[in-house]
């Protein structure tokens, strides 16, 4: 089991940038693949990015490609997202999730997917 505890909230202008961390508990935290979803108040949690276990690969949303960054340094059990020129829909409540992989390099998109959840970690962007 792993627990998440993600971290780097705050209230940015609109062009700015934040990043967030994920932090994971235990020993196996490279045996998984790990993702970001945000979600507003009355819709759907959707998905932001996922890397996989190696952080080889990365995936993302046609709405952040090219601003946001997943990246994950194993050796502190730690993923981050780095996002840049933030607008306004970029608002959320942030999750990080876990899925352990056992074989092979996947990365998983759906949030159905993941086994393990953060608490979420708020994103404000005025303009």
């Known amino acids: 089991q792993v627990q998440l505890v993600e971290s780097g909230e705050g209230l940015v202008q609109a062009g700015g940038s934040l990043r967030l961390s994920c932090a994971a508990s235990?020993?196996?935290?490279?045996?998984?693949?790990m993702g970001w979803f945000r979600q507003t108040p009355g819709k759907e949690r959707d998905f932001v990015a996922a890397?996989?276990?190696?952080?080889?690969?990365?995936y993302y949303a046609d709405s952040v490609k090219g601003r946001f960054t997943i990246s994950r340094d194993n050796a502190k059990n730690t993923v981050y997202l780095q996002m840049n020129t933030l607008k306004p829909e970029d608002t959320a409540l942030y999750y990080c999730?876990?899925?352990?992989?056992?074989?092979?390099?996947?990365?998983?998109?759906?949030?159905?997917?993941?086994?393990?959840w953060g608490q979420g970690t708020q994103v404000t962007v005025s303009s």
């Open positions: 999730a876990a899925k352990l992989i056992y074989y092979g390099s996947a990365l998983k998109t759906r949030s159905y997917e993941y086994d393990y």
């Open positions: 235990g020993r196996t935290f490279s045996s998984y693949a």
């Open positions: 890397i996989n276990r190696s952080g080889g690969t990365t």
